[in-house]
């Protein structure tokens, strides 16, 4: 079983930065760990993930260039976001599920463990 406990949420103005961490337990390998977000009355966005073996990164157009996604040896996942917008704004989660082809899963159905999210707002 994956056990995922997120941090980091919080407050900043537009241009700031936060990092959010995920503490993680695992029970097998061939994870991949993400970061979703979702805004009121919006659909839930994959911006970042990683598989926990290669520790290949994949980003999000909306998100490449200002948020790096990272894993520790103890496998927490942590999330650097710079550079935000006020369109940022919004309840991040962090994931975990199998990888079952060459790359991890995009889409937030495809991952079967969720943090309980923290929130992120922006202000202009």
């Known amino acids: 079983q994956v056990q995922l406990v997120e941090s980091g949420g919080g407050s900043v103005q537009a241009g700031g930065s936060l990092r959010l961490s995920c503490a993680a337990s695992f029970t097998y390998n061939s994870y991949c760990m993400a970061w979703f977000r979702q805004a009121p009355g919006k659909e839930r966005e994959g911006l970042a993930n990683i598989y926990i073996v290669t520790r290949t990164p994949y980003y999000a157009a909306s998100v490449k260039g200002r948020f790096t996604i990272s894993l520790d040896n103890a496998k927490n996942i942590y999330l650097q976001m710079n550079s935000l917008r006020p369109e940022d704004a919004a309840m991040y989660y962090c994931?975990?599920?199998?990888?079952?082809?060459?790359?991890?899963?995009?889409?937030?159905?495809?991952?079967?463990?969720w943090g309980q999210g923290t929130q992120v707002v922006v202000s202009s």
């Open positions: 994931a975990a599920g199998r990888i079952k082809g060459p790359n991890c899963p995009r889409n937030p159905g495809e991952y079967t463990y």
